[in-house]
């Protein structure tokens, strides 16, 4: 315990200020997401459209993902993060007053657009003010303070929907608002100066050579083999955070939108990160990452497994709801776990990747395995849903996610033998022989 509070310590404002605004604007987007699918399905003809609608935000991601970590190692990281949120803000007004399906569509691009801008620039500043020893822990803080909006905001929502869904959107927009004049105000410009990037080659001294996530991509191998990797993860993430109340609407017939178990679930899943995000990643990053996203993929794999097919045997059994909510929840234990493994070792993997001076371009990059996987998910989701196909869906997902955990493995000594020294490698190359 005491060395997890010096390990609270020791983090650089800028962190601390970024959980903040993290845990504040969880709040609000989490009062929100539990009702966002079925908001939508009753402004839709069809349940096709809300996969559409949400599946659109990663296509304008691909454009913000292009210009946003770019301009983050050009410009500085704090003007995309003030831009990005100040802009989501307004985009939330408009659910307000918007109300068809075009309008859903339009507003769902901005949104993607906007959200793609915040995050290369926002986890690179995490990566220049954290040693690489420390990386995990930081990432790790900032996931807790995200759900702690994902324990509260559900909650909340539940709270408020009753009356009216706009006050959500409202509560959004005026959050992000408050959380792009924090970061105004208090966040410190942490963009490394050129000239003391020892990564930085004669090439790129002279050149300013700062390469789109697209030619990041190509010349770094390993990077592309784990975003291609990650598509399957982030599929995953799509169905479960947007999908997945939808699934257990069509599996559990005899429930109330009250009795939808994601909503309980949804908080549930916050409260873990909450109290054992840290600890687990001080434990994680003393670790093999290839290990680690392993385990993670493997629990990450079975709770999707089991939400797939348990409702429709819970349904057919017609058992107790107190039993089908404690056994959901510990599901959904299980689950996270495997969340709280991965998700902060995979900003770390890309983090100690990328050279000082491209740390925002490849978060950019890695990014784009969260834009194929958005993409993709709701639109395959939500053809599959229309035919009450839900099992099947997340039955691809939980193997898939299980097979990225072996590749991952596999990447952790290509990073061993990447990052050695040149005398060292030949030495084991000659071994090897």
Known sequence: MKDTWRAYREMDRNVWIRFIGESINGIAFMMLLPFLALYLKDRVDHIWEVGIVMGVSPLASVIGTMIGGRLADIYGRKPLMVGSMAGNAVVMLGFVWLDDFWSFVILSLFLGFFNSLFHPAASAMVADVTSPEKRTEAFGLLRMGHNIGAAIGPLLGASVVIFSKAVIFMISAASMFFYAAIVLIWIKESLPKKEKSQNTTKEEQKGGDFPSPFQVILRDKLLFVFII???????????????????????????????????????????????????????????????????GCILFGFGLLSVGWLPQAFHALNTNYLIVMVVFLAIYGIYTLGEMLMSPVQMTFVANLAPEHLRGTYMGAAGLQWILGGVAGPLIGGILLEYKLGNLMFTILGIGCIIAGIVYLSLDRWVENRQMPEPALQREISTAK
């Open 229 to 295: 990797t990650g598509v399957v993860i982030s599929m995953s993430f799509t169905q479960t955070e947007g999908m997945l109340p939808l699934h257990f609407d069509q599996t559990l017939p005899n429930l109330t939108d009250a009795q939808n178990p994601y909503t309980y679930m949804l908080a549930f899943n916050g409260l873990l990160v909450v109290l054992f995000q840290f600890p687990i990643s001080r434990w994680a990053g003393n670790r093999a990452i290839g290990r680690v996203m392993l385990y």
